[in-house]
Each structure stands twice: as structure tokens, then as C-alpha cells.
């Protein structure tokens, strides 16, 4: 029965002619949606799906069975995204030390106002005692250096201070970011799962959580393992922020030192153990960078201090009283730098006499000597100002160094992700060529088989004449 | 593989780059330093510390050195002076002890060397700026003054001690001597000797005008060998002088050395990195705009 099998053939080339219209038109769209998005962030590039239909066969005939578009696909590299993440993590932990430091070592640099140059001023002010010592202009010159070291240590400790009060600011800014950003991730999470039960691609969805889970990993280091529930997202120390729909809030306290504490669901301290990201870094730099300078820094204050006092006690005054304290420092040591003060105001009250008649310069030599002989700590002041100078540039210039080699690794992986994932406008131009002749060839076959129908019916007609 | 289709995060990592570095090299020209901020060069910076100390103090012993190089001159001529008119008054006491010379005279001589006295003493009140050069370290007093109570006429002031000036980090070197060593000790007393000189011609006795002339000469010769300390202190100062001139020319280049910039190569650095530069922004603006489109035909 020749002519049964032809007409079931006419019917099935315009199933197949207008299947072939659907998936064109689809592969148009994801082709369409992929240009539309080439420059979204976290976007993923769209492939359509397709297959190729089951043959049929009939009375030993095989004919083809049309195609299919089964639905859109997502590129993406999950191992790349991990990468990603964790380099991003030690990026803004590096760039956040970084700027952190380079506010820091503004204090420590060259500027007029700074210990190192105050220190020469004062020395350099001592030295002019010797070959004159009564007189009253080169005495209150040592007074107002004085007051100007004093002044310069303050500066150099509130500077600190300052960087230290910021960065604890930022943790508590930081804690609040990354709970925003678990609930959201929680609730894209929840909205994934009910697709996915519901056989639906959620490339949309999980490119948004892609997205947002990498904003996370700037903020904190994180781990990210998947589980039958849906992603599971902890801090680098296993403190949990989002488990599949449910989100976990951190929570800031202050401490007993005044400064902001990390706290997670349970209300356990954990701030000792957060690494990595924004957070990571701030609490790295002001609980353990900017401590060790302050502490270094008051050392070198108290112990200054007390050993020009002594050096003081050694003379007379112009008046032949022996010398009084030219520095007052607080006693508790800490806050020393910060609390520094030129204790005399008289010029007449510098120690310069030895045997206590006003024109001696006997003790200016002690007075000089204790701005060069080893303190208590065993280096001299200028030593370990200049110690101190030397760590906080190197610490510094570590920070920079690893965000530009960080950075460059960065660039790396992104850039194998975005050829993974990324759109390329010149592709999907071919693509947009391809489905357009598909598209176009498709609809010819419509309007063929149409044509042949008519054909068909024509004849019938002809016929019952 | 697939090749990045992206290239705008390459470019503008690029275009960071060289601009990062075109902006060091014209930081390092326009201020003359390659270290500006201690992470620039942390080594460098610790020793910069060390050095800007080194050099202020430096400064400071050059100045102290100059002055006291002018003190000590001053002290060493005033000495020059009381030498001069010790001599004067030997000669005085020669010509008034040889038995011919009337009373009338001898006052006159008399006279000449009580003038030589207080001559004398007008030089052992020399001060330098305001400091007495001979009151010991008491020297922003007179060291000496009238006082009839003093056999003398004269009564000291001052102490025994002398002032040291700093002109080296561990070097000092001692600009005074004290009035009671070098015009009122009790062995060779300028003073005393000159006083009993005219009290010796007044009286007339060729024996004792002898006797206390010679007590001026042992005097003279006194003073004359404590000129040795200033001279020595001169000696001193200008050695230091020089080698004070000679570290301030390693101070500075070391500083050069350690944050300073070569300004040949700064400048060809800059002219380097500016071609570079411009290279990456040419390169991304060629590069950038282009996709399949350009080369498509629009469609009718």
C-alpha cells in the first residue's frame, strides 16, 4: 500500500518541518538571551539542548523522527569556581591588609612631623646646648623639639589607634554583609531544589547563587561542599552559614578589650579562627599587626623616656637645682606613646649643668647619650624606631606583593572561566547565522509540504469528477 | 579549548599595569627619590632612619665646631694679648730695679703697670658671645672683679672646672681654661705678681722690684705653656672640621644611595614605560571593537 505510506510521510515531514521550526526558534532565544547578557556578571553561557527523536518504523521502513529541544544548558566549571572563590578570599584579605598597612605607614614615613625626623631635631637641638649652653633661644629650642617628639610619638599612636578603630568598624559592617548575603544564598538554595524537583533547569538561579556565593568568599573564607540538601557554605573553621535552605546568622559582640567579637549561631567566640576575605583581614590587622607596632612603640616610649629622665637626674638646672623629669609618660605602658609629654616648661628646668653653675654644659654629653645608648630593650632608640620602620614597610610591601601576584592568579582563572562560560559575541553572531537558515530552511519545509498537500487534495477532487 | 571570548578584563589588567608603573617612573622623576613610603623599600627606610639622625647631628657638631674653633681663637689671643703686655711689664720692671730712675719715675712706671694689670685682667673677662672665656664653667659671670680685699685688687668669680664641646658622637673637646689656673693659681699668679710689681716700683727697692719681675717672667713663661692647650684644641677642631665636611659628603650619598634615583635611568624608565603604555592603550582600542559584526553585511 504505496500511496498510504506517502501520505503518512506528507503529515509526518510537517511534524518534523514544524519541530525543526520550534528548535530553531529555541536556539534563537538562548542565542538572543546569551548577546542580551554577554556583559552580566556571574552570567553563564546558554547551549541549547537538542536530540534527535526516536525513528519510527513502518512496514519495514525506517523513517526519522523529528528533533527535540530539550531544554537550555548551562556552562559551567564547578572546580574553576571553587578556585575562584578561595583566590578571591586571599585577594580582598590581601587588599584589605594592604590598605590597611599603606594608611599605616604614612606615620612611619618621612614627613616632617614624623619620630624619625623629630628624633634628629631633638638630637641635633642637644648637640647646640654644648657649644652654648646658656643660652635661652638654644634651650627652648630643645624644649620645643622635645614637645615635637613628644607630639610625633602621639601622632604615630593615634595614627594606630585610628586604623585599628577603623578595621573594627569594618568587622561589624562585614558580619552584617555576610549575613545578608547567606539568606539570600539560602533562599536561592530553596528556590534551586523545588526546581530541580521539578525537572526544570535552574542555570539562572544558579548563576545568581554563583555570583553571590563569590561575594561571600570576598568577605570571609569559605568552604563549599555540596550535600543532598543543597549547598552547604561554612567559614574556612567549619562555622556553618548556610546549609542547603537554611541560613546561619554571625553575630558581634563586644569584647573585654573593647573591640568587636565574632560570634556564630550558637554564640561562640570565634573570631581567633576567622580567616581569609575582608573579615580575615581586618581582624588579623587589628588584633595582631597593629597590637605588636603599639606595643613596640610604647617600649620604645617608656624606655626613652625613663632614660633621658635619668640622664636628667644626672645635672643641674640653670638654677643649680637638680634636674626634674623632662618626660612624663603614663605608667601603665600602655597608651605610653599616646600619652607622651614634655614635663618641664622652663627652658632654665633643661639639665645642662654638671656641677650646678648656670654656664656649665657638663651633662648636655649625658643628655645626647641617651638618645644613642641602648635602652633596656638592648637596641637604641634610633635603632629601634628604625627596627619598627622596617617591619611595618616590609609588612607593607608584603601585602601589595601578594595581592598583584594574587590578583594576577585571579585574572588567570577568570579568564579560563570566562572561556568556559563566557559568551563570545562572534560565536553566538555564527550561532544567530545557523539557526537563521535552520529557522529559514524549516519553514520552507512547511510551506513545501503544504504545497503538496494541495497537490494531494487537488487530485482527490479531480478525481470524483 | 575553547578561547576566552572576554578580553576586556585582560586589557584593563594590562592598561592597570602600565599605568601603575608609568605613574612610579614619573613619581620617581618629578620628586628625585624612588622611595617614598617604607613599602616602597623597607631596608632602605630603616636606614634612612639612622642617616637623617646621623646627618642632623652632623650639622650640629659642624656648628658646634666652628664655634668653638672661634672660641678657642678668641681665648688663644686674648692669651696672646696678657703675653704681649707680660712682656711689657718685665721690661718696665728691669728698667725701674737698675737704681737710676728718679721717684717721680718710678710712679710713672708704676702707673704704666697697674694700666698692664687691668689690661690683663680686661682680657681674662674676654667673653665669646656672651660666654666667659676663663670663669671656668661659671661663664655667664665676670670671672673677675675689683675688690679691695684681694691682695691682688682682684677677686675670682669663677670655678675650676672646665666646659667640653660635643664635635663627634663620642668627641668633645675642651674649649676653657678656668681664670684660677691660667691668671690667679698660687704658684704663678699673674695677677698677684703684676700687683706686687707695682707695689714693689711705688716702694722703690731695687731688690724687690727685681725679685717680683721675676715673679712676672715665671708668670709669662706659665701662660705661655698653657697657650699649648688652645693650640692643641685648634689643631683638634680643625681636623674634626674636615673630617665633619668629609661625612656629610658620605651621609648625603649615602642617602642617594638608599632613596635617591640614578635620573638617567629614572628617565629612560619613563620614556620606556610611557611608550609601553601607550602601546597597551593602542593595542586595546584596536583590538576591543572588533567582532564578527564588523565583517557581516547588514541585513536587508
Given at each position: 500500500m504505496p500511496d498510504v505510506i506517502a501520505m503518512g510521510g506528507l503529515s509526518t515531514s510537517l511534524l518534523i518541518g514544524v519541530q525543526a521550526l520550534e528548535v530553531s526558534q529555541g536556539a534563537l532565544n538562548a542565542t538572543s538571551n546569551n548577546i542580551a547578557n554577554?556583559?552580566?556578571?556571574?552570567y553563564t553561557r546558554e547551549v541549547p539542548a537538542i536530540s534527535e527523536n526516536a525513528e519510527s518504523v513502518s512496514g519495514g521502513v525506517v523513517t526519522g523522527g523529528g528533533v527535540t529541544l530539550t531544554g537550555l544548558q548551562s556552562v559551567r566549571d564547578e572546580l574553576l569556581n571553587l578556585q575562584i572563590q578561595q583566590q578571591t578570599s586571599s585577594q580582598s584579605q590581601a587588599d584589605t591588609t594592604s590598605t590597611a598597612l599603606s594608611q599605616v605607614q604614612t606615620y612611619f614615613s618621612?614627613?616632617?612631623?614624623d619620630i624619625e625626623t623629630a628624633f634628629a631635631n631633638f638630637s641635633s637641638s642637644l648637640a647646640a646646648l654644648s657649644s652654648n649652653p646658656s643660652s635661652s633661644s638654644q634651650q627652648a629650642g630643645v624644649i620645643s623639639n622635645g614637645k615635637n617628639l613628644a607630639q610625633a610619638f602621639n601622632n604615630t599612636a593615634n595614627g594606630l589607634t585610628n586604623v585599628q578603630s577603623a578595621m573594627d568598624e569594618q568587622v561589624t559592617q562585614t558580619v552584617s554583609q555576610i549575613n545578608t548575603l547567606s539568606k539570600q544564598i539560602a533562599q536561592l538554595n530553596s528556590q534551586l531544589s523545588q526546581l530541580t524537583a521539578a525537572g526544570q533547569s535552574g542555570g539562572t538561579v544558579e548563576d545568581q547563587r554563583d555570583q553571590l556565593v563569590q561575594n561571600l568568599s570576598q568577605l570571609t573564607g569559605i568552604s563549599v561542599t555540596q550535600s543532598s540538601n543543597g549547598e552547604v557554605i561554612t567559614t574556612g573553621?567549619?562555622?556553618?552559614?548556610?546549609?542547603g535552605s537554611q541560613s546561619f546568622t554571625l553575630q558581634t559582640t563586644t569584647g573585654s578589650d573593647g573591640m568587636q567579637q565574632v560570634l556564630d549561631s550558637s554564640g561562640n567566640n570565634v573570631t581567633s579562627s576567622i580567616q581569609g576575605g575582608t573579615l580575615g583581614a581586618s581582624i588579623t590587622v587589628r588584633d595582631q599587626t597593629i597590637p605588636s607596632y603599639l606595643s613596640q612603640l610604647n617600649t620604645l616610649a617608656t624606655q626613652f623616656a625613663s632614660a633621658f629622665n635619668a640622664a636628667q637626674a644626672k645635672g643641674y638646672d640653670s638654677n643649680g637645682n637638680t634636674g626634674q623629669a623632662f618626660f612624663s609618660v603614663p605608667s601603665?605602658?600602655?597608651?605610653a606613646a599616646a600619652g607622651?609629654?614634655?614635663?618641664?616648661?622652663?627652658?632654665?628646668?633643661?639639665?645642662?649643668s654638671s656641677d650646678g653653675?648656670?654656664?656649665?654644659?657638663?651633662?648636655v654629653a649625658n643628655l645626647s647619650a641617651a638618645l644613642t645608648a641602648a635602652l633596656p630593650s638592648g637596641k637604641s632608640p634610633a635603632q629601634s624606631f628604625s627596627d619598627l620602620v622596617y617591619q611595618v614597610g616590609n609588612d607593607a610591601s608584603n601585602a601589595n606583593t601578594q595581592s598583584s601576584a594574587i590578583a594576577a592568579n585571579l585574572l588567570q582563572l577568570t579568564n579560563q572561566q570566562s572561556s568556559v562560560s563566557g559568551v563570545s559575541i562572534d560565536e553566538e553572531t555564527t550561532n544567530l547565522i545557523r539557526y537563521q537558515t535552520a529557522y529559514e530552511a524549516a519553514a520552507r519545509i512547511v510551506s513545501t509540504i503544504q504545497a503538496l498537500s494541495t497537490v494531494t487534495l487537488d487530485m482527490g477532487a479531480s478525481q470524483s469528477y | 579549548m575553547r578561547v576566552n571570548p572576554n578580553m576586556v578584563p585582560n586589557m584593563l589588567a594590562d592598561l592597570a599595569q602600565s599605568q601603575s608603573a608609568l605613574n612610579t617612573a614619573l613619581q620617581e622623576v618629578a620628586t628625585?627619590?624612588?622611595?617614598?613610603?617604607?613599602?616602597?623599600?623597607p631596608s632602605a627606610s630603616a636606614d634612612m632612619v639612622q642617616n637623617s639622625i646621623e646627618t642632623a647631628n652632623v650639622d650640629q657638631y659642624t656648628q658646634n665646631t666652628s664655634s668653638a674653633l672661634s672660641m678657642v681663637q678668641t681665648a688663644d689671643s686674648s692669651l696672646s694679648s696678657v703675653v704681649t703686655s707680660l712682656t711689657q711689664a718685665i721690661s718696665l720692671g728691669t728698667e725701674a730695679s737698675?737704681?737710676?730712675?728718679?721717684a717721680s719715675n718710678l710712679q710713672a712706671i708704676a702707673t704704666q703697670v697697674q694700666g698692664i694689670l687691668s689690661s690683663v685682667v680686661s682680657q681674662a673677662n674676654t667673653d665669646y658671645e656672651g660666654v666667659?672665656?676663663?670663669?671656668?664653667?661659671?661663664?655667664?659671670?665676670?670671672p673677675y672683679t675689683a675688690s679691695s680685699s684681694s691682695a691682688s685688687g682682684y677677686t675670682y668669680n669663677g670655678n675650676n672646672n672646665s666646659n667640653s664641646v660635643a664635635i663627634g658622637d663620642d668627641q668633645s673637646v675642651q674649649v676653657n681654661l678656668p681664670g684660677s689656673q691660667?691668671?690667679?693659681?698660687?704658684?704663678?699668679d699673674v695677677l698677684g705678681s703684676l700687683s706686687s710689681l707695682v707695689s714693689a716700683i711705688q716702694s722703690g727697692s731695687s731688690s724687690a722690684i727685681e725679685s717680683a719681675t721675676s715673679s712676672v717672667s715665671a708668670a709669662l713663661s706659665y701662660v705661655d705653656q698653657q697657650r699649648v692647650v688652645y693650640g692643641n684644641a685648634e689643631t683638634q677642631l680643625n681636623s674634626q672640621e674636615t673630617y665633619l665636611q668629609n661625612e656629610t659628603v658620605n651621609l648625603t650619598s649615602q642617602q642617594t644611595s638608599l632613596i635617591g634615583i640614578d635620573e638617567a635611568t629614572a628617565a629612560e624608565t619613563l620614556s620606556a614605560d610611557e611608550t609601553a603604555n601607550s602601546a597597551a592603550l593602542a593595542a586595546a582600542a584596536k583590538v576591543?571593537?572588533?567582532?564578527l559584526l564588523n565583517y557581516l553585511s547588514t541585513p536587508q
Open positions: 554577554a556583559n552580566t556578571a556571574g618621612t614627613s616632617g612631623t573553621n567549619g562555622t556553618p552559614l548556610v546549609m601603665s605602658g600602655t597608651g607622651l609629654a614634655v614635663a618641664i616648661t622652663d627652658p632654665s628646668q633643661i639639665a645642662i653653675s648656670a654656664g656649665s654644659n657638663g651633662n | 628625585g627619590k624612588s622611595v617614598s613610603q617604607p613599602s616602597d623599600n737698675n737704681g737710676t730712675i728718679n666667659y672665656l676663663f670663669g671656668g664653667t661659671a661663664s655667664t659671670t665676670a691660667v691668671f690667679s693659681n698660687s704658684t704663678t576591543l571593537p572588533t567582532t
